[in-house]
Each structure stands twice: as structure tokens, then as C-alpha cells.
């Protein structure tokens, strides 16, 4: 998946693709939370921004004779103008995104291209559709096969369905199954999610004082629009955050594929935090650190707990092969000593089958990750390092995994006409499977560094 952007916040023009491990560094204020953002909002949103025409002909059909056969290889032939009319219709959508004003994005313009050749329709589908106790219809695709039969479970005569219903309901299962396996499902762990952990309780009783207050309403408020208002303040992935902090009570019912298969990776996310969080039936959170008997709240807990409660509970129950991870930041209140194990954490998702997007400006997590990729060579001195450090061939990486971007300024041809305008961009970083990345952004300032105090030591008279 390839993404490009034109005025996108301080971004004049910019591409990036989507890697199993997609990396974007930079100085502050460069452009990489809005290209986060941007891309989160699409994959968040695509099934609305996406229109697949239904036949009025294939409905009467459907009503007609209680069965359809729908051919999807047609719809397939239709991807490019089908992605290309929704990431318009999304780029409209842009301001509510960042909830910034409209002015904001007037000349913005956002494309995702897709590999129509990479395509890979859901082996299996299976929806039932009913209403009061009835099943209505039911759509489903076998194994290797190409079309999608549509049933009526009704009598034809009793089959009162809007024809606008069975239109949306049959273009949404089309887009699960022609979209689904290429365009990945987002979590997102956005840079405000501290605050988050420590206010959810005051967030749920502000809710939940608004919905008392609207049921108190006199009928000339829209209480929709009301509780609507809330939200607009907020950009969607900070949104987003606050719903799932708010809904843990919920989402530790469920189990990750990583819990059921691989709790070893739990084991590990448990050392970096030191302890284990849990929520209690009263829907209270709390950290337990390890070997101590002991339960603190959020805000009794350390920074770097709170930082990492959104990852951890999303590894332990809501992960699925392949998922799009995205971190903005992943270092938030890290030590550099668990910024490195981060880094291996990262590393072992994408070997599992999860990608995983970051936006860093941490040196240690992109030197870590360089380690794991000139680890990852068959060479009997590298294997007996590795060894001895104690990584885990699960853990290392090969770089044609990666895809590393620097947010910065740099020549680049805005028009036709060839000449090159030094404006913000993103610039693909080279990646050596020996040496590693090469993250001018890091090394530079070290290199100054290094320089004012090797001056400070050998200048002396």
C-alpha cells in the first residue's frame, strides 16, 4: 500500500509505503504525527469512504427468485476507481479527522494506492442477516471461490427489506471480502494515551453526567448532536484511545491470538513494565508490580507504565495476524534500556504477522532494531554473539522488512515543469542488511555532540 499526500500539515508533498515495519523519523513539528494520523483515519474509516454499486436489477433478482449469484471478479476489475473515488470522498472527511477547521485542509489532497495484483479475496464468508427472531438472508463464499451467493430465508412474500438495506448490507460483506486481507485493521497508541490512562474514570463520569443531562433536555436539543460535540475537540486517534481506555471492563472478555499462542511475548511485555495490570468487576484499573503485593492506581503508577497500558492490553486481547500496530512514540517515558527491549517486542510482532508503524526520535529503538538486522545473517560468529547477548531468532529482523522514512526538508518537483522546490517531505532512508539504517535525523546531532565534547577534552592548552 503506497500513500501519498499534498499539503498535509507542513507536509508540501510526500509517499510513503506501508512495510511490515514502517518507521518515520524527524525533528519536532516535521509532519510525522499528521501522516500518522491521516493514515489511521483512512484505514479507520474505509468501509464508509469506499462505494460499491449494487444493481437495482440484482435486488429484483434476489426478491424475485430468493437467490443471486454475485460474480466479485467484476468488482476486483473496479479497485483502482473504487479507492481512488473513496480517498476523494476521504479527503473531505479530513478536517473531522483532526477535528481542525475545513481552511485547514483546503488544498490538502490524500491517495492510497493499492496492488490490484496483490489482491487476495477472503477464502471464507459467512453472514446471516435477521430481525426480531427471524433470519431474513444470508450471504456466503466458499472456499476458492469467486462468487458470493445471496439467499432470501423468507418467504418472498414475506420478504419486507428495503431495497437501500440489502444494497448497503451486500456492498459492506463485498468490501470485507475484496479489501479485508489487503488492507489492514488499525490500533492505535497515540502520543496522548498517558493522560488517557489516568482520566478514564473521569471520562466515563462525564458521560455519563452528559447523558443524565440529556435526558433532562427540553425537546428543542438534538441529543445526538450534543453528545457529538463532546468528541469534536479531539482528533480520531486520540478518540479512539479514549474509547478503548474506557471500554477495558469489555475488552478483557476477549483473547488475543498472541495470548492463546505465544504467552511467552506476554511474559516478556511483563519484565519491560515491570508487573501486570489488571481491571477489576467493578471496572477498576490497577498495576500490580511484580513480587509485590500491591495495587496501584494510574496515577500512582510511573509514567512509563501508563504509556504502555494500551499495548499491553492490546496484545493480550485484541491482536490478530494482520493488524496494523501504530505507536506515535513509542519511547514515551522509556528508559533506553526498555526502549531496546520495545524494539525487540516490535520486531517479534512483525515475524508473527502483525505490522507495526512507529513514529520515533529515539535513537536507541532504531539502533536496536540495526542490531536485529545484522544479527539476522547466517554467519557463525554473528549466531555466537547473539547467543551471548540473548537474542532470540524470533526476534531478529531482515531489512527488506522495513520501510524507514525521515521527516525533513528536501529538493523535491512540485509541478511539470521540473524544476525542484526545497520544501517538507518524507525521504526514504537506506536500509544495509549489514550495517543497518542509516537515520541522518539521530545521527547528526550525535555527531555534534560528540564533537562539542571531544573539543571540551583535547582542546585544552
Known amino acids: 500500500m503506497k500513500i501519498k499526500v499534498k499539503n498535509l500539515g507542513v507536509l508540501k508533498q510526500a509517499e510513503f509505503t506501508l512495510g511490515d515495519l ?7 513539528n516535521t509532519g510525522k504525527t499528521y501522516a500518522t494520523y491521516a493514515l489511521f483515519g483512512f484505514l479507520f474509516t474505509w468501509r464508509r ?9 440484482l435486488i429484483l433478482s434476489l426478491l424475485a427468485d430468493g437467490i443471486i449469484r454475485i460474480d466479485l471478479k467484476k468488482y476486483v476489475k473496479q479497485v483502482d476507481p473504487i479507492v481512488t473515488k473513496g480517498c476523494q470522498v476521504y479527503t473531505k472527511q479530513l478536517p473531522q479527522i483532526f477535528a481542525a477547521s475545513t481552511e485547514r485542509f483546503k488544498k490538502t489532497d490524500f491517495q492510497v494506492s493499492l496492488d490490484i495484483n496483490n489482491i487476495s479475496l477472503t477464502d471464507r464468508f459467512e453472514l446471516t442477516i435477521g430481525s426480531a427472531n427471524v433470519e431474513l438472508f444470508s450471504m456466503t463464499k466458499s472456499e476458492e471461490s469467486t462468487e458470493l451467493f445471496v439467499t432470501l430465508l423468507v418467504e418472498k412474500e414475506k420478504a419486507k427489506i428495503p431495497k437501500e438495506i440489502l444494497k448497503r448490507t451486500i456492498a459492506d460483506a463485498l468490501k470485507d471480502i475484496i479489501f479485508a486481507e489487503i488492507i489492514p485493521r488499525p490500533f492505535i497508541a497515540s502520543a496522548e494515551r498517558t493522560g488517557a490512562a489516568i482520566f478514564r474514570k473521569e ?24 453528545l457529538l460535540k463532546v468528541y469534536q475537540d479531539y482528533a480520531l486517534p486520540i478518540k479512539t484511545n479514549v474509547d478503548f481506555t474506557r471500554q477495558l471492563e469489555t475488552v478483557v472478555k476477549k483473547s ?12 516478556d511485555f511483563a519484565d519491560i513494565i515491570g508487573g501486570k495490570y489488571t481491571v477489576t468487576r467493578n471496572d477498576e484499573l490497577y498495576y500490580e508490580p511484580k513480587g509485590k503485593r500491591l495495587k496501584l492506581s494510574m496515577d500512582e503508577s510511573s509514567s512509563a507504565v501508563r504509556s504502555l497500558l494500551d499495548i499491553g492490553f492490546y ?25 531496546r527491549r520495545v524494539a525487540r517486542l516490535f520486531a517479534r510482532l512483525v515475524n508473527l504477522g502483525i505490522k507495526v508503524f512507529i513514529t520515533t526520535h529515539s535513537d536507541y529503538i532504531i539502533k536496536e532494531l540495526n542490531t536485529l538486522i545484522m ?10 554473539i547473539a547467543e551471548e547477548e540473548g537474542y532470540r531468532k524470533e526476534e531478529l529482523i531482515s531489512a527488506e522488512n ?11 518537483r512540485l509541478d511539470e515543469n521540473g524544476k525542484k522546490t526545497k520544501c517538507q517531505t518524507l525521504t526514504l532512508a537506506d536500509i544495509d542488511p549489514e550495517m543497518g539504517i542509516e537515520a541522518r535525523s539521530f545521527d547528526t546531532t550525535i555527531e555534534t555532540m560528540n564533537r562539542i565534547q571531544e573539543a571540551i577534552v583535547w582542546s585544552q592548552d
Open 22 to 28: 514502517t518507521i518515520i523519523c524527524g525533528g519536532n
Open 49 to 57: 469512504m469506499f462505494d460499491l454499486e449494487i444493481n437495482d436489477d
Open 203 to 226: 471520562l466515563n463520569f462525564a458521560r455519563n453526567r452528559l447523558l443524565d443531562e440529556m435526558g433532562q433536555a427540553n425537546n428543542n436539543i438534538n441529543p445526538m448532536e450534543l
Open 256 to 267: 488475543s491470538f498472541i495470548a492463546e499462542n505465544h504467552p511467552d511475548i506476554l511474559a
Open 315 to 339: 496484545l493480550k486481547h485484541e491482536a490478530q495476524i494482520g493488524d496494523l500496530l501504530m505507536v506515535d512514540e513509542p519511547e514515551l517515558n522509556l528508559h533506553p534500556e526498555n526502549q
Open 375 to 384: 544479527l539476522n545473517h547466517d554467519k557463525p560468529h554473528l549466531k555466537r
Open 402 to 412: 522495513i520501510k524507514v522514512y525521515m521527516a525533513e526538508e528536501a529538493l523535491i
